[in-house]
C-alpha cells in the first residue's frame, strides 16, 4: 500500500518541510517553511530510524528497540549526544519535544503515535508518516528521505539497485509452480489470527505467485482456530511471533500441534511450517529486502534458488 499520509512534501525546486495539520499526500501543498534538510531528527521506531540513516541522515532520538538491539543500532546513525526517547508504543512526548527536532518521523497506523502528531502539529514541528507494507511503499519513503538528506546517490545504492536484484529473483519463477497456497499467522502467548493484505510478506506473495489462503477461504483473520486451518488446509504455513518467542511456540504446542488433526495438514506433512524471522518479516526489511524476498523463494521454489 502506498503511504497516504505525510506531512512532509518534496517541492519541484527544492525540499520543504510542512508543519500544521497533516494532510492526504496528494493536498500536501501547506506552506513551505524552509529549504534546508533536516538536522535534528527523531525517529519514533528503529524501522524509521534504519530508513533515515540508509538515506544518509542521522538520529539525535531513538526509541529502545534502536538502544537495546545491538545489530540494529549497527544499522542506525546515531548523533554523539542522541537520546533514547521512549518505546514504539510509549513515545515520552516531553523528551521529544525538548530536542527541539526539525522532523519527527512517526507511524501513520500506530494509535500510540497520535497524540505526538497532535502535539507536534500544535508546535509546528515538522513530522513524517510512514507506512511501509511492501518494496514500494519503501522505496517511495526512501526517495523522499535521500532528497532531504541531499545524498541521491544513496537511493539507487538502496533502492534501484535493489529493486533490480529482486526482479531478477522474480524472473526465476518457475511457471509451473505457481499458484501454491499459504497461511500467514501472527501468534502470541495467548492467542493467533491470520494476516492478509497489507504486510511485507502478503506483498511478497502476490509478486513470487503464492496464494493467500485468507483471500480465497473467507478464513477469518481474527481468533484463528484450527478447525478453519484445517479447512483452509494450506501448502505452507508461514508463522510470526509476537512478543515472547518462547510463549508463542509454547501456545503453538498446547493449541494446535498438540491436537491429532494438526498432523492430517499438507503443510504439516510435507514439514513445510516455516517460524519467520522477525528481523526481515516482522520489522521492516528496508536494506535487506533482497534477503526478505530470498527467504521465502527458497522456501517455496527450493529446486531453482
Not at 71 to 88: A, P
Not at 267 to 290: C, G, M, S, T
Request: aromatic share 8%; net charge negative.
Amino acid at each position: 500500500m502506498k503511504r497516504l499520509v505525510v506531512a512532509l512534501v518534496i517541492m519541484a525546486l527544492g525540499v520543504g518541510l510542512l508543519t500544521g495539520c497533516k494532510k492526504e499526500q496528494e493536498e500536501a501543498s501547506s506552506t513551505q517553511v524552509e529549504s534546508v534538510g533536516p538536522k535534528r531528527v527523531v525517529a519514533l521506531s528503529s524501522s524509521w530510524a534504519n530508513l533515515w540513516s540508509l538515506a544518509g541522515g542521522e538520529l539525535m532520538g531513538v526509541t529502545t528497540d534502536v538502544t537495546t538491539d545491538e545489530e540494529m543500532k549497527g544499522r542506525v546513525s546515531l548523533s554523539q549526544d542522541y537520546q533514547q526517547i521512549g518505546t514504539v508504543q510509549k513515545p515520552n512526548l516531553e523528551m521529544i519535544l525538548g530536542l527541539e527536532p526539525d522532523l519527527v518521523l512517526v507511524s501513520e497506523d500506530l494509535g500510540a503515535h497520535q497524540p505526538v502528531v497532535a502535539a507536534l502539529e500544535e508546535a509546528e514541528i515538522a513530522y513524517y508518516e510512514l507506512k511501509i507494507e511492501s518494496f514500494d511503499d519503501y522505496l517511495e519513503a526512501l526517495l523522499d528521505f535521500t532528497e532531504l538528506t541531499g545524498e541521491k546517490e544513496r537511493y539507487k545504492e538502496y533502492g534501484t539497485d535493489l529493486r533490480d536484484e529482486i526482479n531478477k529473483l522474480i524472473a526465476k519463477v518457475p511457471e509451473e509452480e505457481k499458484g501454491q497456497s499459504a497461511l500467514l499467522m501472527r501468534v502470541f502467548s495467548s492467542g493467533l489470527n491470520a494476516i492478509s493484505g497489507e504486510h511485507v510478506v502478503c506483498d511478497i506473495f502476490e509478486h513470487i505467485g503464492i496464494t493467500n489462503v485468507t483471500e480465497t477461504t473467507g478464513l477469518m483473520l481474527e481468533e484463528l482456530s484450527l478447525e478453519a486451518i484445517l479447512e483452509a488446509n494450506p501448502d505452507y504455513i508461514f508463522i510470526l511471533t509476537m512478543g515472547d518467542e518462547e510463549k508463542a511456540k509454547e501456545n503453538i504446542r498446547v493449541n494446535l500441534e498438540a491436537d491429532p488433526a494438526w498432523q492430517t495438514l499438507t503443510a504439516v506433512q510435507n514439514d513445510r511450517v516455516v517460524f519467520l524471522e522477525k528481523e526481515l518479516y516482522h520489522y521492516k526489511p528496508n536494506e535487506k529486502w533482497v534477503q526478505a524476498y530470498a527467504g521465502i523463494l527458497q522456501t517455496v521454489y527450493p529446486d531453482t534458488y
